[in-house]
């Protein structure tokens, strides 16, 4: 799967797990971009990520992300 | 059927209006946004509105022990207390020199807090046990060692257990049974556990929320009373109509294993008090022959309180049970292994709980152990009756049928009535009977065993409790009054409930009679009664009118010198 596949995905399940159908992801949107990702749905999104990808996250690279683009690096190194 | 962390999110956020306001206090020793979330999110499908106190995490004694706390401000109707087994381990670890009495020092403390709350507030408590870690220090040798934590820890588990035993406002939500279920490693996630301070992973939340929120429901008055049993693949393996008594799989022939197993389960519902019905597409002869003459069977049909078996539409047929036994569709959970059958009911009865069964008669069990679908508050001896009683029911009606008139029926029916104050014997029952009784029902106020008992001590309150036996049988306890001294001339009815198995026996008016007598033999002038009308309680919203009440501003008011006793065939044992 490449990056832009990637981007698709996520963007899917941004939307279910933020329950708004506009987010619109590119590899620089951080949190500060979109009102309902916050510390929590923070947590919500990375476990549908881990089973959406059948990924595991370490707790320091749950933290490490500055933006978009990096947490779909970290997935593509899995 | 349970749904994700992120549906009860959405529930949230989407709340209808209406529904009953209950008020949570959710104290923790780890961080709960998200288990106040799924509680909110699970109870809203319960028919609850929960406004919920969420104190920061690690503040449980502080609210607790401090009168001036939020905690005491919120006046919390239920107060869940959610410490985790993380937190015991580190505090055992601290512990160094009174790790053998850990576990007692541990049950002292939280006994301690729980007498705080009670003497301080209403609120009944809803306490968390441990999920278990195993630490490894000793292996499997930790269970020889009494200081060991594994060792602590399954002791207190058992010493919060006897604790609620003793304690009538102590609920037990049971982790450590959630987690014997799903796992460990299902519940808890580490890498979410070291960035939040979360010890309950995304995936259990729903499940903890419907365990927490069953609890609180079941204390509410709603709950499951009915088991409806489908029976071809369902309660045996096979057809009866085309394999006949003989081939029929149930002990020891092919998958019967998991039918008997089943049966098991039902029938120890049944002496728990779940009342039993069967509805089935057959001949009704052949589907009874296995309850009558199978060697295998572990239902008979003693067993059982309503036998539907024909060739009627399934949602008709559970009308038809539930008109017999007179109790809420949202009550009933019905068993079928069918899936157009179960479609046909959720259609039809919304409010009937269909779970999905597995397609392997093997998995039967198991899954629905994961639905905690029985979840009570009260338990009494009594309850073993309950099968018994509908039967007989079923007898009465059949015999009014054969009199001309209603009161050479109620002549011939010998029925006695036990009045008595409460007492230590009947709080259980009464208890039991204000979480239950919903239709018959003037106020709705519902007791736990704690406030009956304060009820027995208080000046300000005459209580009575009814029982009714007849040639057919014996009722149990079947009503319940709580008088309250208003003023010096006035007595209000603060509860007036009865079963509605003994509807139209003459029972409110003996009831009647009796309040009556108290105020007359207390100095007492009037007797005013009050109808909260609830979704369920339409049967009595005339009640008080019939029996000669006058209304005024929403009350009824009875004038006690003017009282003409009313004509009853039932006797006063004492």
Known sequence: MNKDEILGKLTTIFHEELDNDDIVLSFETTADDIEEWDSLSHIQLIVAVEKAFKVRFTSSEIQSWNNVGEMIDCIIAK | ?574
């Open chain 2, 1 to 574: 059927m349970m749904k994700t962390f992120t549906q009860l999110k959405r529930n949230v956020n989407k709340k209808p209006e209406g529904l009953k306001k209950i008020k949570v206090a959710l104290l923790g020793d780890t961080a709960t946004q998200f288990l106040n979330i799924a509680l909110k999110g699970t109870a809203i499908d319960e028919g609850f509105d929960l406004e919920v106190f969420e104190a920061d995490f690690g503040q449980i004694s502080r609210q607790i022990l401090d009168p001036t706390s939020e905690y005491y401000d919120f006046n919390a109707d239920y107060t869940i207390i959610f410490e985790s087994s993380h937190k015991l381990l580190s505090q055992y670890y601290k512990s160094y020199d009174s790790q053998l009495n850990f576990a007692q020092d541990k049950i002292n403390y939280i006994e301690e807090l729980y007498n705080t709350i009670q003497n301080r507030t209403k609120s009944k408590v809803v306490y968390c046990n441990f999920a278990g870690i195993d630490n490894q220090i000793f292996g499997n040798f930790a269970n020889k060692v009494e200081s060991s934590f594994v060792f602590q820890q399954n002791k207190l588990n058992y010493l919060l257990s006897e604790l609620a035993v003793k304690k009538n406002n102590l609920f037990i939500a049971d982790l450590l049974s959630i987690q014997n279920k799903w796992g460990r490693n299902f519940m808890f996630s580490p890498n979410i556990y070291v960035n939040t301070e979360m010890v309950l992973s995304l995936d259990v939340l729903p499940i903890v929320s419907h365990h927490m929120v069953s609890i609180l429901s079941s204390v509410e008055g709603k709950f499951k009373k009915c088991l409806i049993l489908d029976l071809d693949n369902t309660t045996w393996g096979g057809i009866i109509g085309d394999d006949g008594l003989e081939k029929i799989q149930i002990g020891s022939l092919g998958i019967g294993k998991a039918f008997t197993e089943l049966q098991q389960w039902v029938k120890a519902l049944q002496k728990r008090g779940v009342i039993i019905a069967v509805c089935s597409k057959n001949d009704e002869d052949k589907a009874k022959e296995p309850f009558e003459k199978h060697p295998d069977m572990i239902l008979k049909m003693d067993d059982i309180a309503v036998f539907v078996a024909n060739w009627d539409n399934k949602a008709d047929n559970i009308r038809k049970i539930q008109s017999i036994l007179n109790i809420g569709f949202d009550s009933m959970v019905f068993l079928d292994d069918n899936p157009f059958e179960r479609n046909i009911v959720r259609e039809n009865l919304p409010d009937v709980c269909v779970p999905e069964l597995p397609e392997d008669p093997a998995e039967y069990l198991e899954y629905l152990y994961g639905l905690n679908l029985f979840e009570t508050a009260s338990f009494s001896e009594n309850d073993a009756e309950r099968t018994k009683q509908y039967q007989i029911e079923a007898e009465r009606a059949i015999a009014l049928d054969s009199f001309t008139n209603v009161e050479d029926f109620l002549k011939s029916m010998n029925m006695m009535s036990d009045v008595q104050a409460f007492n230590n014997f009947s709080k259980p029952r009464v208890s039991q009977l204000t979480q239950r009784s919903n239709q018959f029902n003037l106020r709705t106020v519902r007791y736990t065993e704690q406030d009956v008992e304060d009820l027995m001590n208080s000046e300000n309150h005459h209580t009575i409790s009814f029982t009714l036996v007849d040639k057919y049988g014996d009722n149990g306890l079947i009503c319940v009054i709580v008088l309250e001294k208003k003023d010096v001339e006035t007595l209000f009815i603060e509860t007036w409930l009865m079963s509605c198995r003994v509807l139209k026996r003459g029972m409110e008016e003996f009831t009647l009679n009796t309040i009556v007598e108290i105020a007359k033999k207390n100095g007492f002038k009037y007797v005013v009664g009050e109808y909260l009308p609830t979704a369920k309680n339409q049967m009595v919203k005339d009640h008080y009118e019939r029996l000669g009440f006058e209304e005024q501003e929403d009350k009824w008011v009875l004038n006690v010198d003017d009282y003409q006793s009313k004509q009853v065939y039932i006797i006063n044992k004492n």
